[in-house]
């Protein structure tokens, strides 16, 4: 890997800037100091340091955003803000969304540069939990209950059963296995109700407990591996 990518994609600048810093002596790769932004390091073995403090180098991000209300979950949108635009620390390393959550909808979003995990984490081979906090605008029915534990059936295909507990006449809490393309509100409108709140409470095993809406924090260590254990 070129020096000025390694140094970039360990957050000490833009590709830019952390060009100067290799101009200003102020990189040594080995306890060497070097001049070449094109220098290839081995990410795995060589012993980077900016001014004799180690740089630590991460290949994969793993960021849990609490979603708000106002923004799309895309990197780059013609007509509301991205999500991206609440992580502007991690502009270096082009983090993208783990599947999808509408413009109105809040909550759990995980965000990650790990193509290969997240394609995983979205396929309904896995089984991976979502949990939704639903409002409807009317009086929900008990048989809905069954009706959603049977499947619906969208664009000509059954979903996979669903867990549906009410919890108040207008209110009700789904536990989905797949995420087909607004797949909560459809659900809900097959039986004639309109979804007016929406709020993803747990993706897997991860909620935003703790989390003010349009915050962030990075997983731990023990959090990644849950991950990767749960799709392995």
């Known amino acids: 890997m070129r020096l000025d990518r390694y140094l970039a994609n360990s957050g000490l600048g833009s590709r830019t800037e952390v060009k100067r810093l290799i101009k200003d002596k102020r990189i040594s790769v080995n306890g060497e100091v070097i001049r070449s932004e094109s220098f290839s390091v081995d990410e795995l073995k060589d012993n980077v340091c900016f001014d004799n403090r180690k740089v630590n180098y991460k290949k994969f991000y793993y960021v849990l955003l609490n979603k708000p209300q106002g923004y799309v979950s ?67 029915d008990l048989r809905l209950v069954q009706e959603f534990k049977k499947g619906i059936k969208l664009d000509g295909e059954l979903t996979m059963p669903a867990d549906l507990t009410i919890l108040s006449d207008t209110k009700a809490e789904l536990t989905l296995h797949q995420g087909k393309f607004h797949q909560v509100k459809r659900m809900f409108k097959y039986f004639g109700f309109e979804v007016l709140s929406l709020n993803r409470k747990k993706f897997a095993f991860l909620t935003v407990e703790g989390l003010d809406s349009g915050k962030h924090r990075e997983l731990s260590l023990e959090e990644e591996n849950k991950l990767k254990q749960i799709v392995s």
């Open 74 to 140: 895309a990197v780059i949108d013609n007509v509301y803000p991205p999500v991206t635009d609440l992580l502007p620390d991690y502009s270096f390393v082009k983090l993208f969304p783990v599947g999808r959550l509408d413009v109105d909808t809040t909550g759990v979003l995980l965000m990650t540069n790990d193509g290969e995990l997240a394609h995983k984490l979205i396929s309904p081979k896995y089984h991976i939990d979502k949990v939704y906090e639903v409002s409807v605008d009317k009086k929900l």
